[in-house]
């Protein structure tokens, strides 16, 4: 009896070996495919491990945005770097328009129909007061440093 | 329901209990006859004779939107033309309509080549219109003028004579600037043409403004009134009945001040919250689709010659 319970152990322990590790190479696989892969059983090898991509570098016109949400633009003051394209987008059922109020216009976008767009770039510094043409109490401001 | 006066205790013409009895009518329809600031009211489609005397009927509709869809307001132009049947189907033909302006939505080419084909289909002599904020915005007016301006002039204003009575076109759409608490503004150039326009009139003339913007503040919130509409009201101030015809504000709000009669019309193409009982003034959300009808309308205008009465009635496309 004693015989049997000992190879028991022993096969026990070789089953626990193999299974070990052939954990461990179908790991090392697909480190090497490059996916890195969590909640393993073993901790991952740094060496195995692929570095994260280096951040891309900011560049000064990146996007701004402001969102046409019942009949207010969000948000309603908005600070940019000369450079820098803002762009609006109506999210209502109605249309609007982003109007500069100066004169001549610095801008307008027309009229902005659900999901329509409109982008510009601020080239020069200053601040820039716009509203709707069609619900002449919807204000914002953009702000260029 | 009786339509004779039954209860004048006050012998002023006005029967104020049938007068309530009539307002639990007003959803079918309400015909008001302002005479020198005094109410009366009959129920429509109640028996016509009383206003058999009437010299003409002319009829108002407005914000018909041309280009709108969305929600269950899929189908602008087929309740155009609803509105269109319903004049046509009138018990006195009218002699004109007229349009409050919002004929588009986006003053796209083919939204005025919409509305104006549907709108021959009226049997009346003639459309006027005035435009609204939706047919000007886009390239100030220019679409609008080329295809509706004729016969108008500055940025679309006209009057004309019809049996009598004086009827004055106003664009208060234009020049629009930022900030103001009412969208409307007829600007100076317009106030100089009204003031001689109506200089060379009687007193006792009938007067009816039609305009897109109500030339009264109705809600300063969404911006629905006209900023210099004080200046034109003091120069109609003197006329014994002046009747002011709006839009834009998609339902039906009536106010009578002295001998001037305001009425804004409802819409056909989408309703729009009450003051304040929403939070922004777009198409009224959560209208169930079987309800839609009973919300928008059309106005018709009874004249009475002898009496120099304007009847004012409402009803819906239900």
């Known amino acids: ?145 | 329901m009786s339509d004779f006066i039954e209860n004048d205790r006050s012998t002023d013409g006005v029967d104020r209990r049938g007068f309530l009895k009539c307002m639990a009518w007003a959803g079918a329809g309400l015909v008001w006859a302002a005479k020198g600031g005094i109410l009366q009211s009959q129920a429509f489609g109640a028996d016509p004779a009383p206003l058999a005397g009437a010299d003409f009927t002319f009829a108002q509709i407005s914000d018909s939107h041309i280009g709108f869809s969305k929600g269950i307001y899929t189908d602008v132009v087929g309740t155009l033309e609803l509105a269109v049947a319903r004049i046509n189907s009138l018990p006195k033909t009218p002699a004109l309509v007229l349009h409050t302006g919002d004929l588009t939505h986006l003053s796209k080419p083919r939204e005025f080549d919409t509305v104006a084909q549907v709108m021959r289909s009226a049997k009346a002599e003639q459309t006027f219109y005035v435009p609204g904020e939706h047919d000007y915005f886009v390239d100030d007016g220019q679409q609008y003028r080329e295809r509706f301006g004729r016969g108008t002039m500055g940025i679309g204003w006209q009057s004309f004579d019809y049996k009598g009575v004086h009827f004055i076109g106003l664009v208060n759409v234009a020049n629009l600037t930022n900030g103001k608490s009412a969208l409307g503004v007829l600007g100076a150039d317009q106030l100089q043409w009204l003031q001689k326009d109506l200089a060379a009139l009687g007193s006792s003339t009938p007067v009816v403004v039609f305009a897109h913007v109500p030339l009264w503040t109705v809600y300063a919130e969404w911006g629905w009134g006209t900023a210099d509409a004080a200046q034109a009201l003091g120069h109609l101030r003197r006329f014994g009945s002046v009747t002011i015809l709006n839009g834009h504000i998609h339902q039906i709000v009536r106010k009578i001040e002295g001998n001037v009669t305001f009425h804004t019309a409802r819409s056909t193409a989408f309703p729009q919250p009450e003051p304040g009982k929403a939070e922004s003034p777009g198409p009224l959300k959560n209208l169930p689709a079987e309800k839609l009808r009973q919300m928008l309308g059309l106005t018709s205008v009874n004249y009475v010659e002898r009496s120099g009465t304007l009847a004012v009635t409402d009803s819906s496309l239900a």
């Open chain 1, 1 to 145: 009896m004693q015989r049997f319970r000992i190879m028991w152990l022993y096969m026990a322990w070789a089953l626990l070996l193999m299974i070990g590790a052939i954990s461990a190479t179908a790991w090392v696989r697909a480190s090497g495919g490059g996916a890195a892969r969590a909640a393993d059983a073993v901790a991952p090898d740094p060496d195995l491990t692929p570095a994260p991509p280096a951040p891309p570098a900011t560049r000064p016109s990146a996007g701004f945005k402001v969102s046409i949400d019942n009949f207010t633009f969000q948000p309603k003051e908005i600070s940019v770097p000369a450079g820098a394209t803002v762009t609006w987008v109506n999210h209502d059922d109605v249309p609007h328009t982003a109007t500069s109020t100066g004169q001549p216009r610095a801008f307008d976008s027309r009229a902005l129909d659900t999901d329509d767009k409109y982008s510009f770039t601020f080239k020069r510094p200053g601040v820039y007061h716009y509203f709707c043409k069609v619900h002449t109490h919807m204000t914002g401001t953009v702000i260029v440093k």
